[in-house]
C-alpha cells in the first residue's frame, strides 16, 4: 500500500462518523497525514476498523483503536489480540499503553479483557478525563501462550 492509500485509509476511518465522535468528539473532519511522517509509527487494519500505535521511543507506543461499526465485539477483540501480538513479536515493543475516557466503558472493558492494568490517569486533548492503561511485552506472552517459561498457576489456600 502506497503512502497516499494509507493516509486515506487512516482519514476514512478516522472520519467515519462513529469514530470521530469518540476520537475527536465536536471536530467536523481529522487528518491524520502527520501520523505517516514519523517511520516507527505503524497501522493496522482495514476500513472496518484500524488499530493505531504512536511510538514513544525506547521500543513504547501508544495505542489506539478507530473501531467502526463494522467490526465490534468478539471480531474486534481478535483484530486488536492479532495487532498487539505483531508489535511484541515482530516490532518488540516493549511496553504499550493509551488513554481512555472514563465514559467509554467498551473501550476500558476490552483494555482489560486483553490484560492491560489501569497505571494511572491523565486528561485528553478535549479535557476528558481518562484512565490510563498499560500492558508490557513479558505479561503479554504470558497471557498469549508465547511465553518460553509460562507462569505456573497456584491453588490460593
Known amino acids: 500500500?502506497?503512502?497516499?492509500?494509507?493516509?486515506?485509509?487512516?482519514?476514512?476511518?478516522?472520519?467515519?462518523?462513529?469514530?470521530?465522535?469518540?476520537?475527536?468528539?465536536?471536530?467536523?473532519?481529522?487528518?491524520?497525514s502527520s501520523f505517516f511522517n514519523?517511520?516507527?509509527?505503524v497501522m493496522l487494519g482495514d476500513v472496518r476498523g484500524l488499530v493505531v500505535f504512536f511510538t514513544a521511543g525506547n521500543a513504547e507506543y501508544d495505542v489506539h483503536f478507530l473501531l467502526t461499526d463494522a467490526l465490534r465485539g468478539s471480531d474486534a477483540l481478535c483484530a486488536i489480540?492479532?495487532?498487539?501480538?505483531?508489535?511484541?513479536?515482530?516490532?518488540?515493543?516493549?511496553?504499550?499503553?493509551g488513554a481512555t475516557p472514563r465514559e467509554n466503558r467498551a473501550c476500558r472493558a476490552i483494555a482489560r479483557a486483553l490484560g492491560a492494568r489501569?497505571?494511572?490517569?491523565?486528561?485528553?486533548?478535549?479535557?476528558?478525563?481518562?484512565?490510563?492503561?498499560?500492558?508490557?511485552?513479558?505479561k503479554w506472552a504470558i497471557l498469549s501462550g508465547n511465553s518460553p517459561a509460562p507462569a505456573k498457576l497456584t491453588k490460593a489456600s
Do not use: Q, W
Open 38 to 41: 514519523e517511520p516507527r509509527n
Open 1 to 32: 500500500m502506497t503512502r497516499t492509500e494509507k493516509i486515506a485509509l487512516f482519514n476514512r476511518v478516522a472520519n467515519s462518523p462513529e469514530v470521530l465522535r469518540s476520537i475527536a468528539p465536536g471536530l467536523e473532519y481529522v487528518d491524520f
Open 118 to 138: 489501569p497505571v494511572g490517569v491523565t486528561t485528553d486533548f478535549f479535557g476528558r478525563a481518562c484512565l490510563k492503561y498499560s500492558i508490557e511485552r513479558d
Open 81 to 97: 489480540r492479532l495487532s498487539l501480538n505483531y508489535m511484541f513479536t515482530a516490532r518488540h515493543a516493549s511496553v504499550i499503553y
